[in-house]
C-alpha cells in the first residue's frame, strides 16, 4: 500500500511538531527557574564564604581534618576550642568581596595558596576553597567563586 504524497507531509509536520514540543518540555524547568520564579536570595555585601543552604559534612584541611561522623562533630586532632564551635565559624565566615582586578594588583604580594577540601552532604565533589594568609587578612575564593577578604587572628580559624 503506497502513502500519498500529502499524507507523508501530515505525518512528517505532525513528527516535527512533536519533538519541538518534546525539545520544549526538556527545557521547561530552566525556564521556569530563569523567568518566573522570583530570586529569594538576596545578594549580601559581604558575602559567605562557605554554601549557607548546604549541609556540611566535613572540612578537610593540609594537616587536619573536622568530620560530622554520627551526629558529632570530630577532629583529627586536638584542639583548643570545641569542634561545634569551630564549625560555626567557618560556617558563618562572611567578608568583603575583592574585585578581579583588585586580586591581580595584590597577587604578587601574597605567599603561596593553601587549600581546603569542603564536603557537603548533597554533592558529590568538594568545594575546594583557595587561600592565602597574610599578615593583616586572609583572601579565600568562596563557594560563588569570588574572592572575599576576611580581618581575623589565625588562631581564630584553625586553633590547634
Given amino acids: 500500500m503506497r502513502v500519498s504524497p500529502k499524507r507523508r507531509r501530515r505525518w512528517n509536520n505532525i513528527l516535527i511538531l512533536g519533538v519541538i514540543a518534546f525539545i520544549a518540555l526538556l527545557n ?18 559581604h558575602p559567605y564564604l562557605l554554601n549557607p543552604h548546604a549541609n556540611l559534612q566535613a572540612l578537610h584541611f593540609t594537616d587536619w581534618s573536622l568530620e560530622h561522623i554520627q551526629g558529632q562533630w570530630q577532629s583529627s586532632v586536638v584542639l583548643e576550642v570545641d569542634e561545634q564551635e569551630l564549625v560555626h565559624r567557618w560556617v558563618s565566615l562572611a567578608g568583603t568581596e ?6 591581580n594588583m595584590l597577587k604578587s604580594q601574597l605567599g603561596m595558596p593553601r587549600t581546603i577540601e569542603i564536603w557537603y552532604a548533597d554533592q558529590s565533589e568538594p568545594q575546594r576553597v583557595t587561600y592565602y594568609q597574610t599578615t593583616n587578612f586572609w583572601l579565600l575564593k568562596n563557594w560563588q567563586d569570588k574572592w572575599i ?8 580559624l584553625m586553633p590547634k
Fill in 28 to 45: 521547561l524547568p530552566t525556564v521556569i527557574k530563569t523567568y518566573l520564579i522570583e530570586d529569594t536570595e538576596v545578594s549580601s555585601a
Fill in 149 to 156: 577578604a576576611i580581618s581575623l587572628e589565625p588562631r581564630y
Fill in 98 to 103: 575583592v574585585s578581579q582586578e583588585k586580586f
